[in-house]
């Protein structure tokens, strides 16, 4: 019986090298038509090195997990999935130029969403046989998230690989003496995030790499890359122009013969040309009377075309979302909420964080101890929270108002106008680490009060003869 499991075994495992074969020469032969996905024709030689990687190391583990089956494969294809949203999003960059940064994280969504997906899938199968295996794919998916991350994406991925490695080796030790199915998919997927790893070192070292020509990168591009297929046949060549159109040449000849004959009939009459003209008083004349200047509407110039252009962007109506407030794993999603003062988030856990996301004139308090806060893109927010353990952190965000109950070891604030901290006694080792921020002001506890001391936001630096040496500017006043 164990020699026929070994068998089996072996032949599996030439199975996998045959299709490996396989895949890398069809792909080789497909690549010509790939090419006509790009704006000038060609694909940009970064996303050809992450072709390799899904045709590799991503396609290898996809075949280990077809080979367990179950919740593995389902898992899998998810994964898949998601690589397929960020090759997309590579190749979105690689013909646009950069965007805002408000719509960076747009044209991010749909990557997110597949790893908010695949850490559902874990979620709801707590009771499967094979949970470390899908905690160790859950656990490290959010290393797709390297491509927002700058200037050290590499360092990044081998983080969440590091995070999959205490599930993985749980895994290695469940099954490394009876089952050797389950230790190649173990290679195979850390593997993947090695070859992730090299792939960020050789072509995007210090943060994704946009295109230095094309269009600026929008939702409507994105849509453009996701439905254009991987290989596309060439449009059809337009049609051929039609007759051209048939005019009555004589009328037209005799009506310009009549114009021409009419209009130096005028011109012959000399002098006696300006009889027809009608005298103009002073009072009359818009220079020397400044109340019919003022009656008369501006003119437009001759220079300047006030026919709105084709390309000119239309204010369009903002898009309104419904408010969020609730627990999806260990994820606190607070978003969209709008003049809302009685905000609560109770029965925290220590391993859950809070993502605060375009609210609005409102005030969140969440109580116990928590792991994380962020807050993004909010204006006239208001925060009152117990204890976090990790950092708290302020981006893209507008008049922000934070109390700390407890202790907090960092608050970080970054793109953000007008940030107000109250610490508690507790809370006054805290460090404060800002940048690209103004109106910052921490307010500390003293006799029974709290005295507000702003944060410098101007720096001067000298040489000191072996380095740069960089302190706060004092205010003049």
Known sequence: MAETHGLVERLEKAVIRLESLFSGSHRSGGMECDAINGVNGSIAPYVEAFDRLLNGCVAEFLRYSKILEGDVKTHAEMVRAAFQAQRSFLVLASQCQEPQE????????????????????RERNRGSKMFNHLSAVSESIPALGWIAVSPKPGPYVKEMNDAATFYTNRVLKDYKHSDERHVDWVKSYLNIWSELQTYIKEHHTTGLTWSKTGPVASPMS?????????????PPP??????????????????????RSALFAQLNQGEAITKGLRHVSDDQKTHKNPSLRAQCPPIPSPTKSHTPSPTSPKSSPQQSHAPVLELEGKKWRVEYQEDKNDLVITNTELKQVAYIFKCNKSTLQIKGKINSITIDNCKKFGLVF??????????NSRDIQIQ??????????????????YLSEESLDCEIVSA???EMNILIPQDGDYKEFPVPEQFKTAWDGSKLVTEPAEIMG
């Open 238 to 259: 337009p049609p051929p122009p039609g007759p051209p159109p048939i005019f009555d040449t004589e009328a037209t000849k005799d009506e310009g013969t009549a114009f």
């Open 404 to 421: 700390v109950m407890g202790k907090v070891p960092t608050i970080s604030i970054n793109k953000t106008e007008g940030c107000h901290i």
């Open 102 to 121: 408000n719509e960076v994280a747009m044209l991010l969504k749909p990557i997110s969403e597949k790893i908010q997906e695949i850490q559902n899938f």
């Open 436 to 438: 690209k921020s103004s």
């Open 222 to 234: 994105m849509r453009s890359v996701l439905t254009s297929g991987p290989c596309l046949s060439p």
């Open 386 to 395: 117990d204890n976090v353990v990790g950092i708290v952190e302020v981006i």
